[in-house]
């Protein structure tokens, strides 16, 4: 099956407000203020900056728990990398919108400042 970005961005977009919405309520409160972003892929800036070029979601900018403790100059968002996703699910539509909620909730997971050990105990690894 072949699904153009727009058509990911379209499936993408009705996984993460779905997702959002099965989170604990003290949780979903406070995702729901932290912007998601649905590119492509890294650019060619985040891949020379060392981010790998097939990597599914990355969060960026101050986490929940040290909001306004840093001088980090950005504020927390998700990238979600669809084509990338779409690719890593062998463009399957199933895999891919199971893909996209398990990498958001990965990624919300560094929000509220858990580490890869916090992730893989909570199953979001």
């Given at each position: 099956?072949s699904?153009?970005?727009?058509?990911?961005?379209?499936?993408?977009?009705?996984?993460?407000?779905?997702t959002?919405?099965?989170?604990?309520p003290?949780?979903?409160?406070?995702?729901?203020?932290?912007?998601?972003?649905?590119?492509?892929?890294?650019?060619p800036?985040?891949?020379?900056?060392?981010?790998?070029?097939?990597?599914?979601?990355?969060?960026?900018?101050?986490?929940?728990?040290?909001?306004?403790?840093?001088?980090d100059?950005?504020?927390?968002?998700i990238?979600?990398?669809?084509?990338?996703?779409?690719?890593?699910?062998?463009?399957?539509?199933?895999?891919?919108?199971?893909?996209v909620?398990?990498?958001?909730?990965?990624?919300?997971?560094?929000?509220?400042?858990?580490?890869?050990?916090?992730?893989?105990?909570?199953?979001l690894?």
């Amino acid at each position: 099956m072949s699904i153009d970005f727009a058509g990911l961005s379209a499936i993408a977009a009705e996984v993460v407000e779905s997702t959002l919405e099965r989170l604990p309520p003290g949780l979903r409160e406070e995702a729901a203020h932290l912007p998601v972003s649905l590119e492509p892929r890294p650019s060619p800036e985040m891949e020379e900056d060392g981010l790998e070029p097939d990597i599914l979601g990355l969060f960026v900018g101050e986490s929940f728990d040290t909001a306004g403790e840093t001088t980090d100059p950005l504020p927390g968002q998700i990238l979600l990398f669809l084509e990338n996703i779409w690719a890593f699910a062998e463009r399957d539509e199933d895999i891919f919108r199971e893909e996209v909620a398990i990498t958001l909730l990965h990624e919300i997971g560094h929000y509220f400042g858990w580490d890869e050990e916090d992730l893989y105990e909570r199953g979001l690894e």
